[in-house]
């Protein structure tokens, strides 16, 4: 008897990549963007590598108050320029309904972040929209809390939303979340949206950060996406997890051995 394939069928184009299907899909680049000559040393780093779109934070939801919070709209011409010159597509979170339209030229896909995954006028208002959404799963959600949170995108008539389960608050301590490889394979099985695995945050520790992604590609994730910084010691927010350039060009190269073998 054969294994039952994977309903998941909806396949998400984000800046001319298609998310879902046989693709596994990376979206690398820095938590936070702090800087242009920053984010241009990470976006063409981790092009170069082979990452497919790129991350980076203009509003940032930090624990602390005192904590970095984004450049904002300081950062929209750097990325402008940026994304420009390498020819790239961003994925960013939007934290409000009021972003959405600033940065509606500049943010080929809406991240919206595990702290507003219940947050559902903004789940709403994206589902109004003609651009894709990167649906992270809540730090302390179910599998089923997240996905009828991608519902209420969907109902709205979006129906280009991929999930991300980026870990989840466990009594574990020694890392910084717990990644639930369950709720990839639940949700690859039972929605007919892709999922994607976000190896930085769930771990939170650089070094365990390329064993993770390796984990995503092995559980039948349609991607993940990661943090990078030139220096992580440097850097503005989550240095801890974040890869150097030539980390992730070594994760990459083994992450397509991993691929073509499974
Ligand atoms: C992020 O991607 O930088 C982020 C804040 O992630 P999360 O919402 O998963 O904590
Ligand atoms: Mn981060």
Redesign the pocket.
């Known amino acids: 008897q054969t294994m039952q394939t994977s309903p998941s069928t909806q396949i998400v184009n984000v800046g001319g990549f298609d998310i879902g299907g046989p693709n596994f899909t990376v979206i690398a680049g820095p938590?936070s963007i702090e800087s242009q000559a920053q984010f241009m040393e990470t976006a063409s780093g981790v092009k170069a590598a082979g990452a497919h779109l790129l991350r980076g934070?203009i509003w940032?939801?930090r624990t602390s108050p005192t904590a970095f919070q984004g450049l904002g709209a300081n950062s929209f011409d750097m990325v402008r320029t940026v994304c420009k010159e390498l020819n790239m597509s961003l994925v960013s979170?939007v934290t409000d309904v009021r972003q959405i339209e600033e940065v509606y030229d500049i943010v080929e896909c809406f991240?919206v972040?595990?702290?507003s995954m219940q947050n559902y006028e903004l789940l709403k208002e994206l589902g109004r929209q003609k651009k894709p959404v990167l649906l992270?799963r809540g730090l302390a959600a179910y599998i089923d809390e997240w996905i009828k949170a991608s519902e209420y995108v969907t109902k709205m008539g979006n129906q280009n939303v991929i999930l991300c389960e980026?870990g989840i608050r466990t009594f574990e301590t020694a890392t910084r979340n717990t990644l639930d490889l369950n709720a990839v394979a639940y949700a690859k099985k039972n929605t007919h949206l892709p999922v994607i695995v976000?190896p930085s945050?769930a771990v939170g520790i650089r070094a365990l950060v390329p064993d993770l992604a390796y984990a995503a590609a092995a559980v039948g994730a349609d991607g993940i996406i990661v943090e990078v910084h030139p220096r992580p010691a440097e850097a503005l927010s989550?240095g801890m997890q974040a890869l150097t350039l030539n980390d992730f060009s070594v994760m990459m190269k083994k992450l397509d051995r991993i691929l073509t073998a499974i």
């Open positions: 938590c934070g940032k939801m979170e991240q972040g595990s702290r992270k980026r976000d945050h989550d």
